[in-house]
T-cell receptor, first 119, second 115 residues
């Protein structure tokens, strides 16, 4: 149980184009999904918190107009990297929170990640 | 600022050796604590978690961790490692910051187990 998928797993695009990454919770409903970025040999950095039916909450330093997040349903959140540039190349990981009775007890389950390369 | 520190960046062990990975966090409020593992080429998987109750929690694959509140620590242990435990291990703290629950990760510890 608690499986999270991401699509695509790998994408290469030209500078200036936009890329959409999908995150799905396959066997549970997640009111909250999270988007992270992982640089090589580094830890995960939270980019934004996405709540179903409302606007995402972005971390300090993350451009909300560049990283558009949509959480249209309880099983799907999308991250769109707009006008991508080489410095946006990274590993993007989503997670979905499985609520266990209260805000203080949720557990995040992670997707396999999407490797974005911007040429 | 809230942070999670993992003291060992790289650990090399022989099979059957005992493992302890340190994790300390800085946050004064109520926290939930996690250890995640990332095997080579795979995604993050939950090893174990602590919400409340018995501070010694047991996870999958023979791992356990002990929450010591006075030391702000949540160290991961395994009595006898196997080659298949080679992976990167992340300690994480779920804390309510700015009205939202956030998962803050440590930098990770890369474990290599030699047969």
């Amino acid at each position: 149980g608690a499986v999270v998928s991401q699509h695509p797993s790998r994408v290469i695009c030209k500078s200036g184009t936009s890329v959409k990454i999908e995150c799905r919770s396959l066997d549970f409903q997640a009111t909250t999904m999270f988007w992270y970025r992982q640089f090589p040999k580094q830890s995960l950095m939270l980019m934004a918190t996405s709540n179903e039916g409302s606007k995402a909450t972005y971390e300090q330093g993350v451009e909300k107009d560049k990283f558009l997040i949509n959480h249209a349903s309880l099983t799907l959140s999308t991250l769109t990297v707009t006008s991508a540039h080489p410095e946006d190349s990274s590993f993007y990981i989503c997670s979905a929170a499985l609520l266990a009775g209260g805000l203080s007890t949720d557990t995040q389950y992670f997707g396999p990640g999407t490797r974005l390369t911007v040429l | 600022a809230q942070s999670v520190s993992q003291h060992n960046h790289h650990v090399i062990l022989s099979e059957a050796a005992s493992l302890e990975l340190g994790c300390n966090y800085s946050y004064g409020g109520t926290v939930n604590l996690f250890w995640y593992v990332q095997y080579p080429g795979q995604h993050l998987q939950l090893l174990l978690k602590y919400f409340s109750g018995d501070p010694l929690v047991k996870g999958i694959k023979g791992f356990e961790a002990e929450f010591i509140k006075s030391k702000f620590s949540f160290n991961l242990r395994k009595p006898s490692v196997q080659w298949s435990d080679t992976a990167e291990y992340f300690c994480a703290v779920n804390a309510r910051i700015g009205g939202y629950n956030k998962l803050i990760f440590g930098a990770g510890t890369r474990l290599a187990v030699h047969p």
